[in-house]
């Protein structure tokens, strides 16, 4: 029984396996996945407020900058990189379409949260679309064309 | 900002938690770390380690115990939402979780986690106050439990000794004439609440007869309304009369969204908002 300030883990990121990877205890998952160059995880406000950095985990999307490295041991990660699906391509191209990207900061998180909603199978209201975003800031765009990337993505796939 | 430097140690059941954390007065439980690593980021504290104890299995299971509905410490907010047995017996916890935070946040925060917190601007302290609930610890010397009310001490003071560690929730069930209800003022949906209220009422056809009022994001604390439960009985909804009496029994602490003051009128309306609820 005894505690470190580094831990040896492994998971996968996207279907890329990570053995036996050295990562401080005190890092956060959002840091080390940058640090390995996958930096479509943005990062924020590091307090879960903003959703910027809000990536899958075990098949449900969690805040990257709440979740620490060492606790990932054993996970499958996809992060915003991993969005090469069919479905994924689909919402890509909505927020294309609808310009639901400015500055592209929360895109990688409002994506994640789409692919919560997309995979939910629910039928939402523009209202309840908005309530489910209410976790991701946008700073940009007034969220308009973002409910309707998301609102076509729905009726598209669901 | 980063967190400050600690060390890491994963439980792997409750006796390795407990005696680890009894070693070391410094330590602290990580479990789904949606309060605890946002504190850490901000170096609002500085444990020596973090003894991880969300992958001890078993601890997250929601079941029927006697005349109780046990949620296990880890059961996440996610779990409880979607659980047939919490839909089927408890639905109002369903619908203030809603009110707690975001899916994301939702999906790793801990049922657990945020009775042990203790955050007086949270909802589940005070939903478990209303309700009566036992919390269940578990330290060196065994098992005991503890009146939700009497768990609660202040500022993010609980009765949780050094040694203890929270490991389930037991809410005992609602008669069908006994309803919990609940509302709060709140910016944003998902953010913590300006002032909020759990009201635990028992009708008689649709006389009130009895009611619990207790508060939340008003004080240190979960704040219990005694005198002006009793005054709401007598004669249902008095603006002035109601903020008199909630003015005297609680200490409203004011904080970066709302004075004492406005958590006081707030107090007071949600008192009708309840009432308005009921005649629903
Ligand atoms: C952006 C944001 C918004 C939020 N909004 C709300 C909201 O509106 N309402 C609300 O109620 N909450 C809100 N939360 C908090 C959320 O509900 C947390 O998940 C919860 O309060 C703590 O649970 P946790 O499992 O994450 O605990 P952790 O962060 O792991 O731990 C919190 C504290 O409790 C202790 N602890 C945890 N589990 C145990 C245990 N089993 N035994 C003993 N001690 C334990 C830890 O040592 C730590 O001190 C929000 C969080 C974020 C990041
Ligand atoms: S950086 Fe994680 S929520 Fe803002
Ligand atoms: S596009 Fe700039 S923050 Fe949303």
Request: glycine share 6%.
């Given at each position: ?123 939402l ?34 | ?29 990580l ?30 299971e ?8 046990n ?78 009310k ?15 560690i ?35 009422v ?18 240190d ?16 909804y ?40 009921l005649?629903?």
């Open positions: 029984m005894s505690a470190k300030n580094s831990v040896n883990i492994s998971f996968s990121v996207n279907g890329e396996n990570f053995e036996d990877v050295t990562v401080p205890t005190r890092q956060h998952l959002a840091d080390y996945l940058r640090s390995q160059g996958l930096t479509g995880t943005h990062l924020g406000c590091e307090q879960g407020a903003c959703g910027a950095c809000t990536i899958e985990m075990d098949g449900v999307a969690v805040r990257s900058c709440l979740v620490l490295a060492s606790q990932a041991n054993g996970s499958s990660i996809t992060t915003v990189e991993g969005f090469d699906d069919e479905v994924m391509q689909k919402v890509k191209n909505n927020f294309l379409k609808h310009n639901a990207f400015q500055c592209g900061f929360c895109s990688p998180g409002m994506l994640m949260t789409t692919k919560e909603i997309i995979s939910s199978k629910k039928k209201s523009r209202d309840e679309i908005r309530s489910e975003i209410s976790g991701n800031y946008c700073r940009c765009t007034g969220y308009q064309s973002i409910v309707d990337a998301i609102e076509e993505s729905i009726n598209e796939i669901n | 900002m980063k967190a400050p430097d600690f060390s890491y140690f994963e439980a792997q059941n409750i006796q390795d938690a407990i005696k680890y954390k009894s070693e070391d007065d410094e330590a602290v439980i479990a789904g770390g949606q309060s605890l690593l946002p504190a850490l980021n901000m170096r609002l504290s500085s444990p020596s380690c973090l003894i991880d104890i969300s992958k001890i299995n078993n601890l997250n929601i079941k029927i115990e006697g005349d109780f509905i949620i296990g410490a880890l059961a996440t907010h996610s779990d409880v939402m979607n659980n047939d047995l919490i839909n089927e017996k408890l639905p109002c916890l369903v619908d203030i979780l809603k009110m707690v935070a975001h899916a994301a946040i939702r999906n790793k925060g801990t049922h657990g986690g945020s009775i042990a917190y203790g955050d007086p601007a949270a909802e589940l302290p005070a939903f478990a106050v209303a309700m009566d609930a036992e919390i269940v610890l578990s330290g060196l010397s065994g098992q005991r439990i503890v009146n939700a009497d768990f609660y001490r202040g500022l993010f003071e609980t009765d949780l000794k050094s040694d203890e929270l490991i389930a929730i037991r809410y005992p069930f609602l008669s069908h004439n006994q309803h919990l209800i609940f509302d709060e003022v709140c910016r944003r949906h998902g953010d913590y609440a300006m002032a909020g209220l759990m009201a635990r028992e009708l008689d056809k649709s006389k009130i007869n009895n009611l619990d009022l207790v508060y939340f994001a008003t004080g604390k979960p704040n219990i309304a005694q005198n002006t439960a009793k005054l709401v009985i007598d004669d249902r008095d603006y002035e009369k109601l903020k008199k009496s909630l003015a005297s029994e609680i200490d409203f602490a004011g904080d970066l969204n709302s004075s004492s003051e406005m958590k006081l009128h707030l107090a007071t309306i949600l008192i009708n908002k309840i009432l308005n609820k005649e629903r």
